[in-house]
């Protein structure tokens, strides 16, 4: 598991779930703001560049259903999934 050092992951609660995993689970701890290690990040920086990049949306809701149009639009690409996971590095 990968924990950022925010102050939620520091708490008493928190230190001691990973002591009751038995050594099924171990911790690595980060800092607090890591994108790169986010493959949502990758997939937010294809859409700000090719399908989202320069809305202009009246409220919140306009912008989802521009960002839901936007994922129809877009074919199927398991590859593409399979490479944004690969460059976050989240699995050796």
Do not use: I
Not at 28 to 46: D, S
Not at 70 to 87: D, G
Request: charged share 25%.
């Amino acid at each position: 598991m990968r924990w950022p050092g925010l102050p939620c992951h520091r708490s008493r609660l928190v230190r001691q779930y990973p002591k009751g995993q038995a050594g099924r689970r171990a911790v690595e701890w980060l800092h607090a703001y890591r994108p790169q290690l986010n493959p949502v990040e990758y997939v937010w920086g294809l859409w700000k560049n090719d399908e989202l990049p320069n809305p202009c949306p009246q409220d919140p809701f306009a912008l989802g259903r521009h960002a839901g149009s936007a994922w129809h639009r877009r074919p199927r690409r398991p590859t593409l999934v399979a490479a944004l996971w690969k460059q976050a590095e989240l699995f050796e």
